[in-house]
């Protein structure tokens, strides 16, 4: 039985290969959270499309209730990451989301970017990200002194963007929305305007005595559609029909200094790393198998690792192909100290093995408009 799990890993190996090769035709995925520079795991706390095939696709159609937070966005993750007000949230996009090293955006997809906030009761719930609620916090449209879009200014800071929560808002659970327009096909026939959003559960430590209540706007089904200028705006035009239309609200613009009460904020109990985890690819954790010391034993701990190894497959994001990978050779140095009669074990047990997470560049951190 335990042999059975051992013959099935070079299907497993030869998926990834395909997934890699089909995600060669590239658009982009909003992939890592970085709070205050800190990597918080690929695809940690991110709602993502969960098919590696098309995670990196744009909105379609543009009027979709996934313009809130992409496919799969209804659908609430294990993790919420800590923040805090006035921290600086980085976000990674990348034309692979399984390749830390992929490309963020073809540089023809010119268009603006925007990062948005919503509050909510809990942010592992599911079908809270349609709806009303959204502030925008961060855009960047048009830069007629360089000739730079958005896009193109996230592109040369190696797809990352960089905002800072707002200082005044309450904490609590929240939902932080990136959304890229892309518009070199907006004047198409018929016009085809591409949208990449993704969304990223956090929660926000604040001590904020009165905290602002930002005013809000509806994102979801019907909140674009054709007839908005703005996604039908002509960026080869020479020169441009400048003023870009306006997309969405206004910035939301923080109250500085606000008043603080120490230690006002409220303790962060849903989205934690779960007790026991060693293993950490995106929302999913592997779990250290049960001490073995002698050989059946040792093949039930083998079992154990390569049932977490399926889970993993099964339920990864499409980040996770190459991690999956790196926890089944934990299941074979288990398999081989079975077949070899290494007990007791596991080796290093309880060690937390989670590969470690690409450092933001130097500079990284850098908020651009
Ligand atoms: C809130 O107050 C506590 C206690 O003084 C402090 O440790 C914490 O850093 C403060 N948090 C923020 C977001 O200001």
Redesign the pocket.
Known sequence: MAFSNIFSRPARLVLSATVFLSLAQAHTVMTTLYVDGENQGDGVCIRMNMDGYTSNYFVSPVTSKDIACGVDGEKGVSRVCPA??SSVLTFEFREDADDVNSRPLDESHKGPAAVYMKKVSSATDSNNAAGDGWFKIWESVYDSENDKWGTTKMIENNGHISVRVPEDIEGGYYLVRTELLALHAATANPPDPQFYVGCAQVFI???VTNPSRPETVFIGEGTYTLDNPALTFNIYDKPMALPYPPLGPPVYKPKSNPD?T????QEQTEGLKPEGCIFVNGNWCGFEVPSYNNEEECWAASDDCWRQSDNCWAETQPTGYGYCTEWSKKCEEISDSCKNSRFPGPPNAGQDITPEWKKLEEGGTEIFY
């Not at 120490?262 to 904020?265: A, I, K, L, R, W």
Request: aromatic share 0%.
């Open positions: 805090k007000t430590e604040s001590n603080t120490e230690g006002n904020s």
